[in-house]
């Protein structure tokens, strides 16, 4: 056996070696570097929702999830809409100044909306994260004041908002109640989680 045959046959075992090892590799790889990117599920969780809001009579809301979060959509009454004035001083942040959490701009305005009757919302508390409970009937309830107008009670601490969402004075929660991203694309259907038309 020559010299020269001992070297092909390595060579030919060296090359088949690292091409085998290299498309092994390229095996692990591949499932490795795809589970970087988002699931489905992932991307479904972040993705707008579109909205039909036609159906919700005045003085009723609506409980929608949108990245895993409670958004309620409120038909507010024009009384609901006119007690929006009345709260306004008892109300820390009445223009949603604060940048906790951001409001959008086109909800920078006493009712929080684009529309004056449509309230859209967060029902997450700002202090704690519990769920507020709606109290839209006004008038003096167990733990709320005499001249209630209408809102949201967060029972876990007594955190009380107005059905702008707006947080009243001397309560826990520090901040309004955050308003999503949203826009209209017709009358009656809301898209929630973008906003770029608005």
């Not at 005045?58 to 409120?74: A, D, H, N, S």
């Amino acid at each position: 056996m020559s010299e020269a045959s001992v070297d092909n046959s390595r060579r030919t075992w060296l090359i088949t070696s690292c091409a085998v090892g290299g498309a092994g590799a390229a095996a692990v790889a591949v499932p490795f570097v795809s589970s970087f990117a988002p699931s489905e599920r992932a991307k479904a969780a972040g993705a707008s929702i579109e909205v039909d809001i036609s159906e919700i009579p005045p003085g009723q809301k609506i409980t929608v999830e949108w990245r895993g979060k409670p958004v309620w959509i409120l038909r507010r009454t024009p009384e609901q809409v006119a007690s929006l004035a009345k709260t306004e001083p008892d109300v820390v942040d009445p223009k949603s100044d604060r940048k906790a959490f951001p409001t959008p701009e086109y909800a920078k305005n006493q009712h929080r909306s684009i529309k004056p009757e449509v309230f859209v919302g967060v029902g997450i508390c700002t202090h704690l994260g519990c769920s507020p409970g709606e109290k839209l009937t006004p008038g003096a309830q167990p733990s709320l004041p005499d001249n209630w107008q209408g809102g949201f009670l967060c029972a876990c601490h007594g955190s009380t908002f107005d059905v702008a969402g707006r947080v009243f004075k001397n309560k826990p929660a520090p901040d309004n109640l955050e308003v999503p991203p949203h826009m209209y694309l017709s009358e009656t259907k809301l898209l929630i989680g973008d906003d770029k038309k608005a």
